[in-house]
């Protein structure tokens, strides 16, 4: 089975479906940020069960980082070997008559999203390590998440940074989400319909994150 | 027409390389392109220059032998369109072309504008067939019955020539498309269900020992390809692998 795994067809299969599901982590993920800008109490209930519900933090958790390391790895592991597959490139090369900008520079893109990560990991998730793993749950230590995220996007800086690397996401995911279903194998069935799904999906998510963004900065002012 | 022609010229598969300024007068825009190229070659060679080596068999679009890189387009900027197939009226008088061989690890120059692609051949022995016993009792094909869309699906599939357009177009130089035509046109018919596991499994091994680059869906050989093989062949081809895999 182990030869297999090596196999390109194989790698892309795991990078469809690594792919697939960080996208429903990101419809998760812009469920409950939405909801901060409808009812700051119920986003606030929702991000206290994320953050301090066993099975979130100790099994979906990992599962997720382990899949975005999965999928930027896999990502850079086959751009090394796509790029020998031609030592010797065209004098000239219209690769703009056949293809979109988006499916030539997913590593651009993917890297992009990556260093955004960084970014929001800096912002959201190391700063809550202490109080979720430190002392246990003890209620009277809750913070309050939506004062938490409305003073983060106070910073215009920050909030031009999210707006960018959404935009980049937005691009990401116009070539990724319908090629995932290519990858595995599902291309060639219902493809119009998952077309017109994924591409929607594509750009409305990134729109939403946005949205979120710029609700909270001028919401505030 | 009078045209400016930047064409690789090679020795041969050992040497370095280079693009070549060429001018040439008197072309008839309803030759085709590689008419125009035998003209050049009889013109260089009154010159008792060396005459520029390129792939052709058929002239008439299903051998699949001619190929060229023609203005950073597989067969040219035609759609569904050998090169054999292109005429010249599709370019301007005083037009500067830019003619390559079609470029891949897997598809080495020979000399001049000739690619070796036989790496193509390998795959397809790998398991491009079905076993057929031929001792006398051979069953007729046409007595297995077929479904239409099948029978039409596999004879898109079928209409791959493996010219190879799709790896040069394809900026990660993958043979996905031509490796799924193939695969595909025995998916979907009886024949080739007997050896579907070690075909799938077998034609991505030597694909991927070819040299060739993974597909990452662009589509370009779809747009590129002359016969209009569909990227969802790519997908089948996926799933046969994934579907063979697992069977062990």
Redo the contacts between chains.
Sequence with gaps: ?GR??N???????AMGLSGLFLVSFLLMHVTVNFVSTVSPSVYNSLSEFMGYNFVVQLLLQPILVIGVVFHFVMGMV?EV???????????????S????WM??N?IITGIVILLFLGLHMYDFFFPELAYKFGNGYDAAQVPDFYTGLVAKFQDPIRVGIYVLSFVFLMLHLL?GF??S?????????N?RALKGFAKWFSILVPLLFIYIALFHYFGSL | MKLFL?I?RQENAQAKGQ?VDYTIDGIDPNMSFLEMLDVLNEQLVAENKEPIEFDHDCREGICGTCSL?I???PHG?DRLTTTCQLHMRKFKDGDTI?I?PF????FPVVKDLVIDRSSFERIQQAGGYVSVNTSGNTIDANTIPVDKESADTAFDSAACIGCGACVA?C????AALFVGAKISQFANLPQGQVEATQRA?NM??Q??AE??????????CE??CPKGI?????????????KA?TK?
């Design positions: 089975m297999y795994l196999t390109t067809v194989a790698k892309k299969f086959l070997n796509n790029r020998k597959a031609r030592p010797i490139g065209y004098e000239k090369f219209d690769k008559s056949n293809t979109t499916s030539r997913m070539h319908y090629g279903f290519q990858s595995i194998g599902w291309g060639d069935r493809s | 930047k690789w693009m890189q203005n950073g387009q900027p830019y390559e470029r891949a690890k897997a177009a900026k990660n130089a993958s499994i991505v091994n694909m991927d040299g060739f680059g993974s597909c990452t869906n662009t589509g370009a747009i590129e569909k990227l969802t062949n790519i997908a089948t081809m996926n799933r046969e692998y994934i895999t062990g």
